[in-house]
């Protein structure tokens, strides 16, 4: 059983910077895809970032310009860097592993606070 576990979470001002990262228990060339996602209450989950099996690294548009994903494929790690954070991007961030057969794997979350 892969396991995700995240860290970095915490409160930051308006403008200010986090990063997350996401371990896996086994390398993470295991999963077809990997990457963040966030959910506020009452609402979906969103997808943050990505990296596909193939091509370039996947954003969302309000993130976009913003947060960067990247991976250290010798510690199995993925990282979101989030710069100039806004009150919006408050939520719970999720890293997520799918493989090809489409399981998901996710972590248990990691809450991001952006207040003043």
């Known amino acids: 059983q892969v396991q995700l576990v995240e860290s970095g979470g915490g409160l930051v001002q308006p403008g200010g910077s986090l990063r997350l990262s996401c371990a896996a228990s086994?390398?993470?060339?295991?999963?077809?895809?990997m990457g963040w996602y966030r959910q506020v209450p009452g609402k979906q989950r969103e997808l943050v970032a990505r990296?596909?099996?193939?091509?370039?690294?996947i954003y969302a548009d309000s993130v976009n310009g913003r947060f960067i994903i990247s991976r250290d494929t010798a510690k199995n790690t993925v990282y979101l860097q989030m710069n100039s954070l806004k009150p919006e991007d408050t939520a719970v961030y999720y890293c997520?592993?799918?493989?090809?057969?489409?399981?998901?794997?996710w972590g248990q979350g990691t809450q991001v606070t952006v207040s003043s």
């Open positions: 086994a390398s993470i060339f295991t999963f077809n895809t």
């Open positions: 990296f596909p099996r193939y091509g370039s690294r």
């Open positions: 997520n592993g799918a493989l090809v057969n489409g399981q998901d794997y």
